[in-house]
């Protein structure tokens, strides 16, 4: 449940019960008292009132990617139509390209089962709201309700959370909505590089000449799933075709903002918590929790791969192997130490099948 902690009681009605029952007079410990001015119970409730709530920092506008790297990333918006969403689908699986999905939490409602395919499938799933309502014109409280709904309909149905990335329907937003979306826990919001506009549903053609003509290095296009992007499915093998062709690499949202920061990959252990982690990697929990998209800081498991950030300590200290006792010369192999999970917490994130998790890979080995 999300708070709003500006509405907590700054504890008023203590301070004036207090001062109505004594007068201004405070006995104290000997029997004696101590003569108060009203004025400091005044004094003490301006103070109270005066501090800030909580500070939680806004959520960062990211319009595009590093432009050094010729990475480029495919985003869906809205859900609403099950159908194109479905063919899009398809189309990626075909081309083995992984995308980021923004969905609304009334169409993941609407069509569980094709939106199930979109984590199962190794897509990144985030937030687009629960409603598609303009950001700008809600209160708090609704603003709040609109992105746990979404949270919720994802968890609910696919089983996973989503990753702590919103994108503002209709990409209305001013600074109270910023700081909003950091209080409800997105530290970034997704706007786009590229506007196709396929929501007018224009030829595939015109679909996929508007995306390759203002086609940068670190691009986020942002294409819809919905009843209007008739001609989407289409344009799509035509738009991931040319960019092959041009040397692009297809990355999620996440890898093109984590990708650079990446420094390995640990399996939790019996016992570790999220801190203890944090701790022996030389991070912030919170850094952690954002990288890996994680709802709960006190809830990780057994087994789970969580991504580090690229530091000084990406790999912690181990023991050397002891020499063998027929060869006392030889020395330790540092390679195959790195390699047994046994006796090191850093490793290198196993093959899968996901496409999502395959990329991760890649972008380890390149760095």
Same mark, same amino acid.
Request: charge should be negative; hydrophobic fraction near 35%; glycine fraction near 6%.
């Given at each position: 449940?999300?708070?709003?902690?500006?509405?907590?009681?700054?504890?008023?009605?203590?301070?004036?019960?207090?001062?109505?029952?004594?007068?201004?007079?405070l006995i104290d410990g000997r029997g004696g008292s101590m003569k108060r001015k009203r004025?400091?119970?005044?004094?003490?409730?301006?103070? @109270?009132?005066?501090?800030?709530?909580?500070?939680?920092?806004?959520?960062?506008?990211?319009?595009?990617?590093?432009?050094?790297?010729?990475?480029?990333?495919?985003?869906?918006?809205?859900?609403? #139509?099950?159908?194109?969403?479905?063919?899009?689908?398809?189309? @990626?699986?075909?081309?083995?390209?992984?995308?980021?999905?923004?969905?609304?939490?009334?169409?993941?409602?609407?069509?569980?089962?094709?939106?199930?395919?979109?984590? #199962?499938?190794?897509?990144?799933?985030?937030?687009?709201?629960?409603?598609?309502?303009?950001?700008?014109?809600? =209160?708090?409280?609704?603003?709040?309700?609109?992105?746990?709904?979404?949270?919720?309909?994802?968890?609910?149905?696919?089983? %996973?959370?989503?990753?702590?990335?919103?994108?503002?329907?209709?990409?209305?937003?001013?600074?109270?909505?910023?700081? *909003?979306?950091g209080e409800a826990g997105y530290p970034y919001t997704i706007q786009w590089t590229i506007?196709?506009?396929?929501?007018?549903?224009?030829?595939?053609?015109?679909?996929? #000449?508007?995306?390759?003509?203002?086609?940068?290095?670190?691009?986020?296009?942002? *294409?819809?799933?919905?009843?209007?992007?008739?001609?989407?499915?289409?344009? *799509?093998?035509?738009?991931?075709?040319?960019?092959?062709?041009?040397?692009?690499?297809?990355? =999620?949202?996440?890898?093109?903002?984590?990708?650079?920061?990446?420094?390995?990959?640990?399996?939790?252990?019996?016992?570790?918590?999220?801190?203890?982690?944090?701790?022996?990697?030389?991070?912030?929990?919170?850094?952690?929790?954002?990288?890996?998209?994680?709802?709960?800081?006190? =809830?990780?498991?057994?087994?789970?791969?969580?991504? *580090?950030?690229?530091?000084?300590?990406?790999?912690?200290?181990?023991?050397? %192997?002891?020499?063998?006792?027929?060869?006392? #010369?030889?020395?330790?192999?540092?390679?195959?130490?790195?390699?047994?999970?046994?006796?090191?917490?850093?490793?290198?994130?196993?093959?899968?099948?996901?496409? @999502?998790?395959?990329?991760?890979e890649q972008i380890l080995e390149r760095r």
């Open positions: 449940m999300i708070c709003d902690p500006r509405n907590e009681s700054h504890g008023l009605d203590v301070y004036t019960s207090i001062d109505s029952k004594i007068s201004g007079e004025s400091v119970t005044i004094i003490m409730i301006l103070i @109270l009132i005066l501090l800030p709530a909580e500070i939680f920092a806004a959520s960062e506008v990211i319009r595009r990617g590093n432009g050094d790297e010729r990475t480029v990333a495919l985003t869906f918006d809205d859900g609403y #139509d099950g159908k194109i969403t479905a063919e899009v689908l398809d189309i @990626l699986q075909e081309y083995n390209v992984p995308a980021t999905f923004f969905l609304n939490g009334e169409a993941i409602y609407k069509h569980p089962e094709v939106m199930k395919r979109v984590t #199962d499938e190794g897509h990144e799933l985030a937030n687009d709201s629960h409603t598609h309502a303009r950001f700008t014109e809600l =209160t708090p409280k609704e603003l709040f309700k609109e992105v746990s709904l979404a949270e919720k309909a994802a968890k609910e149905i696919t089983g %996973k959370p989503m990753s702590r990335l919103f994108r503002v329907p209709f990409g209305a937003f001013n600074q109270e909505v910023l700081n *909003l979306l506007d196709p506009r396929d929501w007018e549903a224009p030829s595939p053609k015109i679909i996929h #000449d508007r995306i390759m003509k203002e086609m940068v290095p670190g691009a986020i296009v942002v *294409l819809h799933v919905n009843h209007q992007a008739i001609n989407t499915p289409a344009a *799509l093998p035509m738009v991931i075709e040319s960019l092959i062709e041009e040397g692009y690499e297809f990355v =999620t949202v996440s890898e093109m903002i984590f990708g650079g920061e990446i420094g390995g990959v640990h399996v939790v252990k019996q016992g570790e918590s999220l801190r203890s982690i944090a701790e022996e990697y030389g991070v912030s929990v919170n850094r952690l929790t954002v990288m890996n998209s994680i709802e709960d800081p006190n =809830t990780i498991y057994v087994g789970q791969e969580l991504l *580090l950030p690229k530091t000084q300590k990406s790999e912690p200290k181990t023991e050397p %192997k002891p020499k063998p006792e027929n060869d006392p #010369d030889t020395e330790p192999d540092p390679e195959s130490e790195k390699d047994q999970g046994s006796n090191s917490r850093f490793v290198m994130r196993p093959e899968k099948t996901s496409r @999502l998790q395959l990329t991760w």
